[in-house]
């Protein structure tokens, strides 16, 4: 994959939008979670400060072990009630905004003093 991520990302300008890039070459576990355990050290944030935006029930699930919020892109063909226990459905990338993704963290006090508590 990242023999086709990378390129991808490259080739459509869209470099500048990432500050990590994680694929299944990076390491090769079959876990879901290592992958954005390992995205979230490359971004040096805490868990519980990480979105992960996914197609499927499996990426809710990984992202919520780990304490991490999910937003589900289900595209048109998808009824957004199969991903109910999503943060987040949205049609396509393009509904995502900065107010949306920002709700996310709903009471930002909590979200601090979990993470204060955790250290």
Request: aromatic letters at 10%; a negative charge.
């Amino acid at each position: 994959r990242e023999r086709r991520v990378k390129p991808a990302i490259d080739r459509l300008n869209l470099a500048n939008y990432f500050d990590a890039v994680v694929t299944a070459e990076d390491n090769g576990s079959p876990e879901v979670e290592f992958y954005y355990m390992c995205a979230a050290q490359q971004l040096q944030r805490p868990f519980v400060r990480c979105i992960v935006v996914g197609d499927s029930n499996r990426s809710v699930e990984a992202a919520h072990e780990l304490g991490m919020k999910s937003v589900i892109v289900t595209g048109p063909d998808q009824p957004a009630w199969n991903f109910s226990g999503a943060d987040l459905v949205v049609r396509s990338l393009s509904s995502l905004s900065f107010v949306n993704m920002k709700s996310l963290f709903g009471n930002e006090d909590l979200v601090e003093a979990q993470f204060e508590m955790e250290e």
